[in-house]
């Protein structure tokens, strides 16, 4: 097992947070709107705003996977870049272990909680700079946030982690181009670990690998999670392989959470019609079961100019005139259920 940093820590905020009680990571009213200028000669206008996560809420225990899947554009990203302080939220408040992760705080402080939040990104090679050899790339979290520390020490925990990824030592000397796109995210999954984060925020970390590859990393990442007792936030489309790593799943649309709820109930008991349409293009390898496609119509709205009411309800199949005047709240009708709709299936 990989060494603590104990000795090299110097704040300690999280002393009064109750793993058993409160959840590791809670989003409450979450909101993050892009503003849409028109340039004219002599300034720059606000026109509109690109309402991309509008008032998301939803918790993330200690040593869980977290599933976050929907349609492309609906804010899955954008709500882990906030988490990771990647981004300022317009509005709401993200919790890190009781902890408001915005409020004003001291650069020790704010250090101390960007190196329990980290993030591995869906193009491992856009997010390595080419120009570093690997040995730098996964040294940098040390050098930011273990300056004192010896060269020779981050040195041994460089190589210390690269087999822990599975790579050898002898990669450390090499440049990204040098690597397959499967060593390349092994490479991004390094640098998240180096500095024994808690919580890993990973946005489609397998999508752009191949099947084979797929699997090796979804292999690594259930092994890294048991030794090193991670939280994980896991982004995908591939709701297969959202039931394969998920302990529970959160269904988004338009910048909101539809539906939360544990994996095995979700593919058991759909609740919310959006998820429903999503289980049922999941495709199947036999081609005797029948399937029984749930055709949406139109297109995602425009995230700018959202519906009124539920954001679903242009292309819902159970719409009613309720659900294009009243926004539904996300309430939880059986335990550990949460689904925010008017007319919920169960």
Not at 28 to 38: A, E, G, H, T, Y
Request: hydrophobic fraction near 40%.
């Amino acid at each position: 097992m990989v060494t603590t940093f104990e000795e090299y820590e110097t704040v300690d905020l999280f002393a009064d947070w109750d793993s058993k009680t409160q959840p590791i990571i809670n989003l409450i009213n979450l909101r993050k709107w892009f503003p849409v200028s028109q340039q004219s000669v002599l300034f720059s206008q606000v026109v509109a705003q690109i309402k991309a996560v509008d008032g998301v809420k939803l918790f993330l225990n200690k040593g869980e996977t977290l599933g976050l899947v929907g349609e492309s554009g609906c804010g899955k990203s954008t709500t882990a870049r906030v988490i990771s302080k990647l981004e300022e939220p317009t509005e709401g408040s993200v919790y890190f272990k009781g902890i408001d992760i915005f409020q004003p705080m001291t650069r020790e402080e704010e250090l101390s909680i960007k190196r329990q939040l980290q993030m591995v990104f869906q193009d491992p090679y856009s997010s390595l700079n080419p120009r570093r050899m690997v040995l730098d790339l996964i040294k940098e979290p040390f050098d930011i946030h273990y300056p004192d520390m010896a060269y020779e020490e981050k040195e041994s925990r460089v190589l210390e982690i690269l087999a822990k990824v599975g790579l050898e030592d002898y990669h450390a000397l090499r440049y990204p181009h040098e690597f397959s796109g499967g060593q390349r995210q092994r490479i991004g999954i390094a640098r998240a670990l180096a500095i024994h984060p808690e919580v890993i925020l990973l946005d489609e970390p397998v999508s752009a690998l191949d099947v084979s590859v797929q699997a090796q990393i979804l292999n690594l990442l259930r092994d890294l999670q048991i030794d090193f007792n991670l939280t994980y936030m896991f982004i995908a489309h591939d709701l297969s392989v959202i039931k394969h790593v998920s302990d529970r799943v959160a269904v988004m649309y338009l910048g909101k959470i539809m539906e939360m709820t544990p994996t095995g109930e979700l593919f058991r008991r759909t609740a919310h019609p959006y998820s429903v349409s999503l289980l049922s293009a999941i495709p199947r390898p036999d081609p005797r079961i029948k399937m029984d496609r749930i055709i949406l119509e139109g297109d995602v709205p425009s995230p700018i100019n959202p519906p009124s009411g539920c954001p679903f309800h242009p292309r819902c199949y159970k719409a009613q005139e309720i659900c294009s005047k009243e926004t539904p709240q996300l309430k939880e009708i059986e335990p550990n259920h949460y689904v925010s709709c008017h007319f919920p299936e169960i």
